[in-house]
């Protein structure tokens, strides 16, 4: 909560414009195979164009840069985005015994094919984020490790199979207004990582299909999740949970202190519409004991932990059943 209140007191850092050559570099052709930009500058494009190659945000140098597609957009429709090579990725870098940290990248008015990725500790190094989950300080060393104060305003991802927006582990103040999602995931169509914290999406469209729910919010606090539309047709909307276990890392953070409110939820399944549900897993996972022996976080207790989360407003339409919602444990609910 502290490097939230710093973040909100804080002005946004805003990056120099882009060169004519950054400028030139971003719209021209570029095949499949090629190497991604690492823009460090603010650009806006003429409308309609699709910058082809990958774009990377990496380190310090570029916070405060940023992408307006102008109505255009990013990636190539022919080529399959992966988690080790997204569409976009706002990445952290090891600098020596620390890290050199993205701030307030801002993405505005673009269509993304693809995915998007925001990563600090863990995401080369599955060994060092799983090293640091076994010391007493790890949310907070994961935190100063990640990127911070992402914007996304109106911002429309396509799916290719991995899900669209990754949030990582120690991500904060990330924020999603208008736009929305379309296309496939394998899995789900926002996912926010153990302990990341602050992360807010409104007013955004979700016309997804996808293999599971639309919105997971693993071991991640503090998140608004309000004022949107899901069709969910069949699967389900907004699950809370700490996945206990997975890759041997503890989850210290418990989905708590998180708002979903005002959301519209259509299509979804006939006898178990599962629209919001605090307290999704509870354990019940082959490997929750793959963290033990910590005394801490989901090594002492495989349960979901949620607390302190508030599920008002929120409506789920259906032919026959106009209002339904589950909200589960560690939740209240108005009335």
């Known amino acids: 909560m502290l490097v939230l209140l710093a973040l909100a007191a804080s002005d946004p850092v805003v990056a120099r ?17 090629a190497e991604p930009i690492r823009l460090t500058c603010r650009a806006t494009l003429p409308p309609g164009l699709t910058v082809q190659r990958r774009i990377v945000f990496e380190g310090a140098e570029a916070s405060g840069a940023g992408l307006d597609c102008n109505g255009g957009s990013i990636g190539r429709t022919d080529r399959v985005s992966t988690t080790r090579e997204p569409t976009v990725a ?6 020596g015994d620390g890290w050199s940290v993205p701030h307030d990248v801002r993405i505005v008015r ?4 693809g995915n998007l990725r925001v990563w600090g500790l863990g995401r080369d190094d599955i060994d060092a984020l799983r090293a640091s989950s076994r010391t007493a300080d790890h949310t907070t060393r994961v935190q100063a490790s990640a990127p911070t104060g992402l914007r996304l305003e109106d911002v429309t991802f396509v799916g290719a199979g991995s899900i669209p927006l990754y949030v990582g582990p120690g991500v904060g103040g990330v924020r999603m207004t208008g ?3 379309r296309g496939r995931s394998v899995s789900t169509a926002v996912y926010l990582d153990a302990e990341s914290q602050g992360a807010d999406i409104r007013d955004v469209d979700f016309d997804i299909r996808t293999g ?10 503090g998140n608004r999740i ?17 996945n206990c276990g997975e890759d041997g890392v503890v989850r210290h953070q418990s989905p708590s202190g998180n708002v979903i409110s005002d959301n519209r939820f259509r299509g979804g399944a006939w006898f178990r519409p599962r629209a919001v549900v605090v307290g999704s897993r509870e354990g019940r996972r082959r490997y929750c004991g793959d963290d033990a022996g ?8 495989d349960g979901d932990g949620a607390r302190g989360n508030v599920v008002s407003g929120n409506a789920v339409r259906l032919r026959w059943l106009p209002d339904w919602l589950q909200a589960g444990r560690g939740a209240t609910r108005d009335p």
Do not use: H, K
Not at 17 to 31: T, W
Not at 90 to 95: H, K, L, M, Y
Not at 212 to 221: C, F, K, L, N, T
Not at 226 to 235: A, D, E, I, P, Y
């Open 17 to 33: 414009p882009c060169s004519p050559e950054e400028m030139a570099a971003l719209i021209q052709p570029a095949d499949a195979g």
């Open 226 to 242: 309000s004022g949107n539309r899901f069709q969910l047709r069949g699967r389900g909307g907004v699950f809370l949970y700490r």
């Open 90 to 95: 706002v990445w952290s870098r090891r600098n």
């Open 179 to 181: 736009g929305g999602f």
């Open 110 to 113: 673009c269509t993304i094919n």
């Open 212 to 221: 599971r729910e639309q919105i997971a919010i693993d071991g991640s606090a």
């Open 294 to 301: 910590w005394p801490w976080g989901s090594s002492i207790d």
